[in-house]
């Protein structure tokens, strides 16, 4: 079968743009990509998004975008899975590119969260979950989300300081990153001691809310990437190995194991055997940390560390730089930000880039593999997919 | 490259089912579709929707829908592409089959419209258009379509009698289909009496509100669509020769020409360029009437009638059963109905019967090549398809 390069990245800050549409957003992030890739235009655009409908009353966002970004006729159209749209996005363009349907796709993100009050964003957000078993009933995101983490601390026996060093970590990493919403380092103390949303999750055991687009440029076969590469004097190709999705109920109530994603284990092996690596071949992960207790078990589901042990292996230092994998550089969904659409091709980016070795921010240690994981809900989705740096 | 065949079509009855969620109508299209391939279970599901973000509160409903039916696991997305969300579905869905990432794969679309208020369906079906320039200063739907049938009118000469030929027509069409919204034939004082919407559409001129779902089933490859058809007793084969998207602005007044949809005349060269067709080779024919003005325009550009023409034609008997291409026996959105996401892959369902020669209604004239036409907004995007029959 025909391979898939990454050829473009192109990102914008993550923050409150009162001022910007998502449609400036995305048309930032689009043409800094397509300047990424040499100048070389997308013929067709996948966009990722959540909330356009609800938020910005907005539907047909694909065209919208495309032709507010100027390239008005080409094929665009919108996919959603709730906070890993960005990766289904990406699954979509992959294949796009794979059949040949069309030879150099845009796969990209936006959200626009910050414009709306908090009560409707909390609702929106919520829609990832199931409108008839769970938010009827009253449940908020964050409050299913802390039902897990009080588990996950009373199970395998951790304290709030224990998976308060995820969010430690990432802010430390997102200093680095000039793309990040939170870019400044914290304490432990400032963790702590932060408002108390759904017990035991505090303010600064999550993800934020913030506005912000990505887009990825995919084509096909090693001559395409090898002329771009070229074009724009990089020594190395970033080839997409695999995109793999997998599912699961999304209420939690019909899951089997509350600690368990099973979509993410699932579609961790389909990409792995896709792209024919194992768990010892991968050097860099992004992975998705909405919140602290999702970056652990996502460490344990992607097959890096035994179950319950990712916050102690965490802790002990395990995952920084000079270990493998080396993961979330970018500061994470917690500290880079969780622009809910846009989050799965900030991963597939930042990727790219470590292997490129042009990350603007914290750097990984020369990785050859990287992998990212990006879910929609609690894993109701999980998109993993495998990048491979091409000399 | 790989061939792509229709192997299992699965549609419900569209109408107004407020005794069932959009999943028990997914899941009821899903297993018709399964059986009609001879158990053939997908490997994937891409679902088309536009509202239930708004008029469900629910997203993840790829993952949702795969549950519900009992295919936990797969991978599942939503796609939205406004009323192309259908058409765009299968377009997605294509490329994975054609791609070799997923085998099989059932596109599918489901709508649920008639739970909410009409206000409110109102302003969700009004999310086609564009939020800040259209929607914001009142414009509905049906009020930007009433623009298009008085220019097309006043610019053509045409009266409100001339344009009423289509529901006529399509009213009998429609009569003959079990699964149609409004199987009845109606007449042309009941249709110029029925009350004005927005001049000069009246009730019968637009699309109804409706409940539906339909799926198809694509897989990769000649030998496997044969042995589908083996162990269903078929003697045809159904391939899926090409599904191509076009764009345009989502705001009318950035169009070139609003009596021409500039996306679907792209997307319809592109289609049949890919199928390696042209319009005198298209037998059969299903497109995208919200209003009858669409039907008319549509007609002239997919290449069936000269600009201006479309009316004129229609009302003279063209299109009819055994002239070439024949159009819409299903009823079209106008009887048949309009369950918005559903609806670009009931028109794909019932080419493939009509191909097939087991269409339960109105049957065409043996058919070897038809083609489908599905839009989002007014042609904001345009997915037009290819079918062959293969024996």
């Known amino acids: 079968m025909d391979r ?39 013929r067709a655009i996948v966009v990722g998004n959540m909330t356009s409908s ?28 709730a906070c890993g749209s960005g990766g289904a996005a990406l699954y979509a363009a992959y294949a796009l590119v794979k059949s040949g349907v069309v030879d150099v796709v845009a796969a990209g993100g936006v959200e626009k969260l910050t414009e709306a009050n908090t009560e409707y964003v909390t609702r929106a957000l919520a829609q990832a979950a199931d409108a008839d078993f769970e938010v009827f009933y009253g449940a908020t995101f964050t409050g299913l989300n802390a039902m897990v983490a009080r588990l996950y601390k009373s199970l395998f026996g951790y304290s709030d300081e224990d998976l308060s060093y ?12 000039p793309y990040a919403q939170l ?18 999750i505090r303010l600064y055991h999550a993800a934020p809310i913030g506005d912000g687009a ?75 940390d909405a919140f602290h207790v999702t970056g652990f078990v996502a460490l344990e589901d992607l097959g890096f560390a035994p179950k319950g042990m990712g916050a102690k292996l965490f802790k002990e230092g395990k995952f920084q730089r000079g270990d493998k994998p080396e993961v979330n550089f970018s500061g994470g969904l917690k500290a880079r930000g969780h622009p809910v659409g846009a989050t799965g091709i900030y991963q597939a980016a930042e990727a790219a880039m470590q292997l490129r070795g042009d990350f603007p921010g914290y750097k990984a ?6 992998l990212t994981h990006n879910i929609g809900g609690i894993s109701t989705i999980a998109i993993v997919s495998v990048f491979k740096r091409v000399r």
Do not use: C
Request: proline share 4%; aromatic share 6%.
């Open 214 to 288: 990505a887009v990825v440029i995919l084509v096909k076969g090693e001559d395409k990437a090898r002329e771009v590469a070229k074009a724009t004097g990089r020594d190395v190709l970033v080839e997409l190995s695999s995109v793999a999705m997998a599912t699961d109920s999304v209420d939690l109530a019909s899951r089997n194991d509350l600690l368990t994603m099973e979509s993410t284990v699932v579609a961790t092996r389909d990409a792995m055997q896709r792209a024919g690596v194992e768990q010892r071949n991968i050097d860099y992960v992004e992975l998705h």
């Open 183 to 200: 870019p400044r380092k914290t304490t432990m103390k400032e963790i702590l001691e932060s408002p108390l949303i759904a017990d035991p």
């Open 54 to 81: 609800v938020l910005m009353g907005q539907d047909s966002l694909g065209a919208l975008v495309a032709d507010y970004a100027g390239l008005r006729g080409i094929p665009a159209f919108k996919v959603e899975a």
């Open 4 to 42: 898939v390069f990454l050829v473009g990245v192109g990102l914008t800050k993550i923050g409150r743009f009162f001022e910007k549409h998502a449609k400036d957003l995305f048309a930032e992030a689009l043409w800094r990509a397509i300047d990424d890739a040499g100048g070389l235009k997308p």
């Open 365 to 370: 240690s020369s990785p050859e593999t990287a």
């Open 166 to 177: 995820w969010p430690l970590k990432m802010h430390e990493y997102a200093s680095f990153n």
